[in-house]
């Protein structure tokens, strides 16, 4: 039997979850133009997370793809990725949004970001961030063209699309449903959407 | 007039330099085989730093050219890369070599690498390393392939090549003359050489 859990990642902000090894996480694209910047930390040493430039050097590629292990800084198995009904793609090349981002690209005022969101969702749980790990931009599509551009397109998803991956140790996992409106990576329209996500026992005792 | 003083990054060891805003330095791959991972971190700020996943975003590309303006994670230009002699293609996707890299490819006793360079080489100015910042990997090759596959080929460079940046900050920068022998990357003989760094004013005063 199976047992599960949703919740919301409110359009624009962050959430957090503890999730132990064996769970299932699904993270849902509910209306299919939501990127969604994801993370997970080991529970036992916040220092050791999930790590692109690892995975990418382990699995020798810059896209993962469902039955890959995700790994730690210190190598260490954290999530294996097991389903994806998106198109995929997921990009693991750019930075999480900030507040110096938007003031780069000229707004006055405090913006929404992906880094304030990561920031405020895992205090709760003693995790503190200094430099902003790179995310995982789940649902983003930078693909690099021929050229060496790496262009910023509009998610692919189609709505209720989702990525799911189990948990190799216990771990933290931070997800934001990114605020930004600027690059067309996140639908383009200016319109942050609330994203949700599933923690799903599937081999529960029965 | 030019004035300038010369380094030695000693075979699979680190060494760290205050740069000052204006000041020129040549990384120079004195055999041709010897990647040196490169960080560059504010002087004012040190979690302010040189970042991968940001220059990235803003360049649209995954390799730096010279004219490039690299950026630190709060979007402040660092370093201008100012000339390259080698055949470039310097990697950014590829985490720093660690203590774990090592026992995951079944070493058992400690071995030298990057991480631990990083952390010694910047600890008398005061910088303390948590999770290591992505590197930049001077003279380093990991070409993605059509298929998607990184590949990790040998240094093209030859004796003598180098790479050029400006500060545009004052700054720490530190360098290692990576330990490696595993990866092909590195020269792929196992055996680490020493490299150079000149400290260079082009335009000091007359």
């Not at 529970?43 to 292990?69: A, K, N, W, Y």
């Not at 999480?96 to 005022?109: D, L, N, P, T, V």
Request: aromatic letters at 8%; a negative charge.
């Amino acid at each position: 039997m199976q047992s599960s859990k949703q919740f919301t990642i409110e359009a624009g902000k962050g959430l957090a979850l503890s999730v132990k090894k064996g769970q299932f996480v699904r993270v849902i694209n509910t209306y299919g133009t939501q990127v969604v910047d994801t993370w997970a930390f080991s529970e036992e040493d916040t220092e050791s997370l999930l790590s692109m430039e690892h995975c990418r050097e382990v699995l020798q590629r810059i896209i993962f793809e469902p039955g890959d292990q995700l790994i730690t800084n210190r190598y260490q198995p954290i999530l294996k990725f097991t389903e994806d009904t998106s198109p995929g793609g997921h990009d693991t090349l750019i930075a999480a949004c900030s507040q110096e981002m938007y003031i780069h690209a000229g707004r006055k005022e405090y913006h929404a970001n992906c880094r304030d969101n990561l920031i405020n969702a895992v205090k709760p749980f003693g995790i503190k961030i200094g430099i902003t790990p790179s995310p995982w931009n789940l649902f983003m599509l930078a693909p690099i063209r021929e050229s060496g551009l790496i262009d910023y397109v509009r998610p692919t998803s189609k709505p209720g699309d989702y990525v799911e991956v189990c948990a190799e140790m216990d771990c933290i996992m931070a997800f934001s449903a990114c605020p930004d409106e600027i690059y067309p990576t996140n639908g383009g329209d200016g319109t942050p959407v609330d994203a949700h996500v599933i923690l799903l026992n599937k081999n529960s005792v029965k």
